[in-house]
């Protein structure tokens, strides 16, 4: 223990949980009121619901413009949609799925669920916790705006220069998405930072890292990944904005620039996202499926273990993606070779799961269904992926549909199914009601029937040659009916949506109430109420084992006993404990941030400035840069109740 | 009713509590290792700007690189310049640790001085440069590189101005000034940098020869 | 626009005319196999584990008996069997792929001809080279080649990244402004066939196609003389007879 004065000490009073307890927690946790509050609130479980339905709005949108193409190729040489409106539409389901729907929504549960998994009250960072929610609202408008402005994004999500460079696009289009882009990098970096340093300090006492839920193994993973990999991305944006607007010359080819370096750029950020935006999906279904099977994870530390190996794996194979652009033949072998490794760990992961349900005894509710068939799914993924790792085949596929039917596989197979079971796992303990589950059997069917219609005949669509991309094709290539089947598949699939969203209407407002474990699971989110209280843990939860709620019937496991009843008291304002990182030892008291204004009021300048830089208004962009940071100091401003500053007297 | 250690049977440890730190003590606060994460996505950046430069120069050779490489008539300077604001720094954040308020807050400003004196010699090469930032592919990485460089020394020297103030301002002592270890913490990253900024556009240029 | 396969997809290249697509076609199938087998396996695994012991139940918390920690030995047993079988299975992929690779690197024999095209917003321009790499003559979208020769094509760009394909006869390369790269395809019976631009480039990007006639050597020879001798100077404009 430090040599610190008394004032800078705490002993927390060890007792049981009273209801005056939680009466005085109540009052010191409530958040503010009104139109402060909802604009102050910092509660991670307010913001991770608002993520969560946030990245389903996006979803909604990205589903309307995908199936507004799939109408305009569902027959050869349809006019439904111009050239330029099917271009406008691709691009923007892809920036749409992939960066304002996928990681946001793993975001989103994550946020909520963190604290709760790990018996904390909040997040390490509750105003930035709702910065990074207020930066990818922001940015996610901002990018949409593009449309009132009528210059849609139309280089594709990939953006590849030359095409993306001022000269072939002169519109404000790629200006959008550059701009966009790096103000989303910053709600994803902030957002990195506060899973990571959540998962590394405040987890319960005896919450050792082999005793942590799977979810945030994979979220704290992709956390990591995305410190790494973010920077290359915005970094990328930046280049190609300066190479629009100032005329430098990073990737147009006069002057010695270089188109491929804006894809290394990209590519070096966007392999590793696509493991960013499964890894915790994995993770869910890791920790769901075993509730249902009544049994732990088989193989929980190769789980773990494969989830890290995955991400780092992820930075080594980018090339992947460039098969076709004339690298050299080492470059190649070694990127192919390590694009088939790759997938080792992924089937550590799919035995595991595999094991798990064989080895269990399987309850079938509409959570377990998404699970087992993303089993399926993500197996399917793994294959097409297989094909594409190695070269010769990829120089066939690469650009096909083919790679299409692999990528929807990895983002709805994995992301969205995962996200499916997650929604009807914890939708009890978020909401506090029951979701129906006739209703959910159902759209699951919908879902899974449409999906698979819509995408397992794409594999074959592709290796008829059909390129990425197009608008039309003509009747003599032979698409005609695959297409026609994906077509009635993707409606079939939004139609099973739609009854999840129905679902969730019904189950907000008339759905049964929810005990705190309605489905008898064994982590530390069970053991508060549905929806849980304001500070979530009355006192701080010890554990002994990595299923607290199961300790007793599941034999030799856990020898020791988790107190959740009785334990630590932190009652002095909003406090909750820190502990050091390897042994999880009680460390440190911490004050917690009460709600704040600030994180509104930066972002609301911040995006100012970018919308600023997008039309070139100087002056004003410099005011609003200034204002910005003049948020950022006043945000962080010392503050007594923080225990920030110095202090005079003992407590 | 308080008893002071509490054992939970356990067959790895007895786990029990005695008296803990309060509040952002000692840099043990969440706020320093947020900073730390902070540095580690900032330094990918730095990464992946130097990866572009050698991936031009690489490709292109001696050709791409202006008839006159950078010199060392304000980049030495410079590099003086940051490595004393780091000490600096460093003597006011020991400072502050011994209690001494005064002396960090004329040390953080001090650091932030010479940052800015920095940037106008930069600012000053920059100027004497006899290409602009659209001449070609070099001109346009150098002025990118560097001013991304410089855009963090500039965040650099308004962090440690705002913490003087607070310093000042008689915020802290010489437990609680964790901020004044997270804005050095900061600083240095930024020397670091400059290493790798320094050594890729001023010294790498010569092996071509 | 007439397939020379038939009732065959145009672009479907699963079947194979030329090379380098003989050489890709069995890595491509056999993997294709191996993928589909794959999936059987573990959907059969999976159904097979929910059926045998899935059960309905209604309230969860009636059902706390059935926690049980499981005999774990023999699950992991599963676990270690099936990646030491997916090591095996790609160790053997990698190799064939390398293998492949460094057959598909070079054609056997020298290349008949030299061909550059570059791809431009959204037409081919086709340039035949003589042997010391001047240019005979040139047309647009459409190039000819001898029947079972290889035919090296130097491929350019005029403006934005474009990828040339004709998947019946070999693999796509990128055309990247700025660079050359290098391809080579044999076509090993006579007929058209189709050629596709395989990298958006822009709003049309979907009708930038172009036609690959393979004819007797013979004939490719007396041709090329012929257009040689009546070649004016200067670039070539895409054709009217646009193929789509």
């Known amino acids: 223990m430090p040599e610190l004065p008394a004032r800078y000490t705490r002993e927390p009073a060890i007792e049981p949980v009273t209801p005056d307890l939680r009466e005085r927690l109540d009052r010191i946790w409530e958040g503010g009121s009104g ?610 500053v110095r202090e005079v007297r003992d407590d | 009713m308080t008893e002071t250690t509490h054992r939970i049977p356990d067959t790895q440890a007895d786990l029990s509590f005695g008296r803990l730190t309060l509040g952002s003590t000692d840099a043990r606060g969440n706020g320093w290792f947020g900073m730390a994460a902070l540095v580690t996505t900032e330094a990918c950046l730095f990464a992946y700007l130097l990866f572009s430069y050698y991936y031009m120069a690489l490709h292109y050779g001696r050709d791409w690189l202006p008839p006159e490489l950078p010199g060392f008539k304000f980049s030495i300077p410079m590099t003086a310049l940051l490595f004393t604001s780091s000490v600096v720094v460093w003597i006011g954040e020991r400072g502050i640790k011994q209690g001494r308020s005064a002396v960090c807050a004329i040390a953080l400003a001090g650091g932030a001085l010479l940052g800015i004196a920095f940037v106008a010699l930069e600012a000053t090469e920059w100027a004497d440069k006899d290409f602009t930032i659209s001449t070609d592919s070099y001109s346009s990485l150098y002025f990118t590189v560097t001013g991304f460089h410089m855009a963090h020394v500039v965040g650099g020297v308004i962090m440690l101005l705002a913490v003087a103030l607070w310093t000042a301002l008689g915020k802290f002592d010489a437990h609680r000034r964790d901020p004044v270890s997270i804005a050095a913490f900061y600083w240095h990253f930024v020397d670091v940098v400059w290493v790798a900024v320094f050594t890729t556009i001023y010294v790498t240029p010569h092996l071509f020869n | 626009m007439q397939a020379t396969t038939g009732g065959h997809g145009p672009l479907n290249y699963l079947e194979s005319f030329g090379a380098p697509a003989h050489e890709i076609r069995p890595i491509l199938l056999a993997l294709g196999w191996l993928s589909v087998a794959v999936v059987v396996i573990i959907t059969a695994l999976v159904l097979i584990a929910v059926l045998r012991r899935g059960r309905r139940v209604e309230d969860m918390n009636t059902d706390t008996g059935s926690v049980v920690a499981g005999r774990d030995t023999g699950a992991l047993r599963w676990i270690y069997a099936g990646v030491a079988a997916t090591v095996a299975i790609l160790l053997v992929f990698v190799f064939w792929t390398v293998t492949t690779m460094a057959a598909i690197q070079t054609p056997r024999a020298a290349p008949a001809a030299t061909v550059e095209v570059t791809g431009h917003q959204f037409w081919w321009q086709v340039a035949y080279k003589d042997a010391d790499g001047a240019t005979l003559f040139e047309t647009a979208n459409e190039i000819r080649v001898p029947v079972g020769k290889p035919v090296r094509f130097v491929l350019r760009s005029a403006d934005v990244i474009h990828s040339f394909w004709v998947p019946l006869l070999g693999g796509k390369t990128d055309m990247i402004p700025g660079q050359e790269n290098v391809a080579w395809l044999r076509a090993d019976a006579a007929g058209v066939y189709r050629g596709q631009c395989v990298e958006y480039c822009g709003l049309q990007h979907a009708k930038m196609a172009f036609e690959l006639r393979a004819v007797p050597p013979q004939d490719f020879d007396a041709w090329l003389k012929q257009r040689a001798e009546a070649a004016p100077s200067g670039p070539a404009e895409p054709s009217n007879n646009e193929t789509r």
């Open chain 1, 35 to 644: 139109l402060r509050g909802w604009f102050g609130t910092v509660d991670h479980k307010i913001l991770g619901i608002r993520y969560i339905i946030t990245a389903f709005v996006f979803l909604l949108l990205g589903g309307i413009e995908a199936l507004a193409m799939r109408v305009q190729l569902a027959g050869p040489d349809q006019t439904f949609l111009t050239p330029e409106q099917y271009n406008e539409l691709f691009s923007m389901h892809g920036i749409t799925m992939i960066f304002l729907y996928a990681l946001p929504i793993l975001s989103g549960f994550s946020i909520f669920l963190f604290p709760l998994l790990i018996g904390a009250r909040d997040m390490a960072f509750p105003r930035l916790n709702a910065f990074s929610w207020w930066v990818f609202l922001f940015s996610g408008l901002f990018i949409y705006a593009s449309f009132f402005a009528g210059a849609v994004p139309n280089a594709g999500w990939f953006n590849y220069p030359p095409y993306a460079l001022k000269q072939f696009n002169p519109g404000m289009n790629m200006d959008f998405y550059a701009l966009g882009m790096i103000l989303l990098g910053i709600s994803t970096t902030t957002g990195s930072i506060n899973f990571v340093i959540t998962f590394l300090r405040l987890r319960a006492p005896g919450m050792s890292f082999n005793r942590t839920p799977v979810i945030l193994w994979g979220t704290t993973t992709i956390s990591v990944g995305n410190l790494l990999a973010v920077p290359a991305v915005s970094l990328a944006f930046f280049l190609l904005w300066l190479d629009r607007q100032y005329g430098t010359h990073f990737y147009g080819v006069e002057d010695g620039g270089k188109p491929l370096l804006w894809q290394h750029l990209f590519w070096l950020f966007a392999h590793p996202w696509v493991y960013i935006i499964v890894l915790p999906a994995m993770g869910m279904v890791s920790d769901i499926l075993p509730v249902f099977c009544r049994r732990p994870l088989v193989g929980y530390s190769l789980v773990v273990l494969a989830t890290v190996a995955t991400m780092i794996l992820g930075f080594g194979v980018w090339v992947h993606h460039m098969f076709a652009t004339g690298i050299p033949f080492l470059s190649l072998s070694y990127f192919s070779g390590a694009s088939f490794i790759i997938t080792i760990p992924s089937a550590v992961s799919v035995f595991a799961w595999v094991a798990t349900i064989w080895w269990g005894r399987p309850v079938i509710k509409t959570a377990f269904l998404y699970a087992s068939s993303f089993i399926v799914m993500f197996v399917i993924a793994g294959v097409s992926g297989v094909m594409t790792a190695s070269v010769p085949a990829d120089l066939q596929l690469h650009d096909t549909y083919f790679v299409l039917a692999h990528l929807h596989y990895t983002i709805v197979g994995i992301n969205l199914f995962g996200v499916l079971a997650g929604l009807y796992f914890w939708f009890p303990k978020m909401t506090g009601r029951m979701l129906d589950e006739r209703l959910g059997r159902i759209a699951f069917w919908c879902v899974f029937l449409g999906f698979n219609l819509a995408f397992l005949p794409m594999h074959w669509t592709g290796l008829m040659g059909m390129p990425r991309r197009i608008y039309t094709y003509p009747d003599a290539a032979g698409w005609g009916w695959l297409n026609m089947l994906t077509t009635v598949g993707s409606f079939v699939m939004a139609a099973g949506i739609l009854l999840v969203l129905i679902n969730v209407a019904q189950g907000r407002w008339f759905g049964r109430r929810a005990a705190p474990n309605p489905w008898d699971a064994p982590t530390l989110e069970w053991a508060v109420s549905s929806p849980p209280p304001a500070y979530n843990f009355a006192v701080q939860p010890v554990v002994a084992g990595r299923h607290p709620l199961w300790e007793g019937r599941l034999g030799g496991e856990a020898t020791g006993r988790s107190s959740l009843d009785h334990g630590p008291v932190l009652d002095r304002g909003k406090e909750q404990l820190v502990t050091s990182m390897l042994d999880g030892e009680p460390l440190l008291v911490s004050k917690v941030a009460e709600d704040s204004l600030w994180p509104f009021f930066a972002t609301l300048a911040m995006t100012g400035f970018f919308a600023a830089l997008l039309y070139h208004w100087t002056w004003t962009a410099a005011a609003l840069g200034i204002v910005t940071l003049l948020c950022g100091l006043f945000w962080n401003w010392p503050r007594a109740s923080l225990g920030q």
